[in-house]
């Protein structure tokens, strides 16, 4: 476990690294502290806190392996990291799933990468006046990620050997926008 | 593995599955007592299956640790506020019938000597020797003879964990290294 | 001298509850003890203890409940029982009661700070 420790310190750029539970509501305090470390522009802060309580939010609702917090309430596990390069923030996040899970999601994907914001924007629209699905506001998510971090929501399955996926988004946020 | 669509040179998913072997919860980044807040609360959910008495111990070593690195860290940033944090890795695992909880922060090299000394010489002493060190380092500390109080921290860790700490210092460029400490504590403590 | 009153708070930081009283001499520390300044906070207590031990010269039960206190909280602690031994030897009325959380560790800390300040101290187990 030692050796995890230090990959940490050795894989590079990662400015935060969070395993474990997603608990929004625990971790939307984590979202906040982090809020100025990064970064001193306001516009980005902003930014990074969004996309950060979205993805938290996607694992939570969406990731196969699960844990029961104390008042009852189910949520996901999974990893999230944030990477820092010279002119942009990497959001990754990564989780378990199953291939009926992974399909819609990767076209949508794949949908919300092939418009234009203006398309998006109206794409938002919609899917907010269409019935909450059965996780609420997922469908929403992954297109306000993609507007507020005005770059393609990338993606990356993994099978793993126990037949289930690993599901892999990331997304940049530009430093100077 | 099969992997249907590959655009990194950075794994994740190796990233995740690292961490994710006997890890139950893992946190790299800056620390202050909001973020322990989190960090522990997310602990004390996983670790659900363990008795009263282990859990109090593992909060017990979490504040400590987690707290030596918020004020120790030679990595560090600053919030908006202008608040410095310091930055380092928390890191809580099972291996069989223990947790094991290792806390790891960059050093610089000038100021880890009396640090590892003061391990040596924690894990060298019995209980009963550690008790009464640990009330002596208490009177130093109180007639101002003791400037840094991590360490009393870190006999309360000893005390509380009931093993060795267990210290490994890596290099990471001429003037740094990267230090971390790693205690067990039993699942099924009792006393 | 006026009575102190501190509502016990756990949010980010841990304020114990803490309840003097002039007339009786009836002291409370409980709670959990980790804080943001704990000279700062335990500084009010010792004023008290200092100002009732001179001026009041009354007999002092002192009753501690605490579940957890870390370490900086724990120096503070043992200054409060300084001062309270002081008392004692200069011919104060001086009752401490410690109340562990039922293990062996806990039982070796009020242990400690006997050993460590000297004053009788009655141990007293119970579940938190």
Redesign the interface.
């Given at each position: 476990m030692e050796s995890a420790v230090k990959k940490h310190r050795t894989v590079d750029n990662i400015a935060i690294s969070y395993t474990g539970i997603f608990d929004t509501e625990i971790l939307s305090v984590l979202a906040k502290e982090i809020e100025g470390t990064l970064s001193q522009d306001d516009k980005v802060n902003k930014k990074v806190f969004k996309i950060f309580i979205e993805l938290a939010q996607n694992i939570s609702f969406y990731s196969l392996e699960r844990e029961v917090n104390s008042e009852g309430s189910d949520m996901g596990v999974g990893t999230m990291i944030i990477r820092n390069f010279d002119t942009y923030f990497e959001f990754s996040t990564g989780n378990k799933t199953t291939m009926e899970n992974i399909i819609p999601v990767m076209e949508k994907c794949d949908n919300i990468n092939s418009m234009s914001r203006e398309k998006l924007r109206e794409y938002r629209r919609l899917q907010r006046n269409m019935p909450a699905g059965e996780k609420g506001g997922g469908n929403i998510g992954l297109i306000q990620v993609a507007l507020t971090a005005s770059n393609p929501i990338q993606y990356s399955l993994v099978k793993c050997e126990d037949g289930s996926y690993f599901y892999i988004v990331s997304v940049r946020i530009d430093k100077d926008k | 593995m099969e992997k249907v669509n590959d655009k990194y040179d950075f794994s994740l998913y190796e990233y995740h599955n690292l961490l994710h072997q006997n890890i139950l919860v893992s946190y790299k980044g800056p620390i202050d007592?909001?973020i322990?807040?989190v960090i522990g609360d997310n602990i004390e959910i996983v670790t659900n299956d363990s008795t009263d008495?282990a859990r109090?111990?593992i909060?017990?070593i979490f504040?400590?640790l987690a707290?030596n690195v918020w004020l120790y860290s030679a990595e560090s940033c600053t919030t908006l506020s202008g608040r410095r944090l310091g930055m380092g890795t928390l890191v809580i695992g099972e291996f069989g019938d223990s947790y094991t909880f290792v806390t790891g922060n960059v050093v610089r090299n000038t100021d880890i000597e009396p640090v590892i000394e003061k391990c040596e010489i924690i894990n060298s002493l019995d209980r009963d020797s550690l008790?009464e060190y640990?009330?002596e380092q208490?009177?130093l500390?109180?007639d101002g003879k003791n400037k840094n109080?991590g360490n009393?921290?870190l006999i309360?860790v000893a005390?509380?964990a009931e093993s060795p700490l267990d210290i490994e210092l890596t290099p990471v460029s001429d003037e740094e290294s990267f230090f971390s400490i790693a205690v067990k504590i039993k699942k099924s403590n009792s006393? | 001298m006026e009575d102190i009153h501190i509502e016990g708070v756990h949010?980010?930081?841990f304020t114990p509850t803490v309840n003097f009283e002039v007339a009786t001499g009836k002291c409370e520390i409980s709670g959990e003890s980790?804080l943001?300044e704990t000279t700062k906070f335990y500084s009010r207590l010792f004023e008290w203890i200092k100002a009732y031990t001179s001026t009041i010269k009354g007999p002092l039960v002192f009753d501690f409940k605490l579940s957890?206190f870390?370490?900086?909280s724990?120096?503070c602690l043992?200054?409060i029982l300084d001062m309270l031994k002081s008392y004692k030897n200069n011919g104060g009325d001086v009752t401490v009661n410690w109340y562990y959380?039922d293990?062996?560790?806990e039982l070796?800390e009020v242990d400690?700070f006997i050993?460590?300040t000297g004053l009788q101290i009655n141990k007293i187990p119970m579940e938190f």
């Open positions: - | 007592e909001r322990m807040t008495k109090s111990k909060f017990k504040m400590e707290q008790r640990r009330r208490r009177r500390a109180k109080s009393i921290g309360q005390l509380t006393k | 949010e980010a930081y980790y943001e957890y870390n370490t900086s724990s120096k043992v200054d959380d293990s062996d560790e070796e400690d050993l460590e």
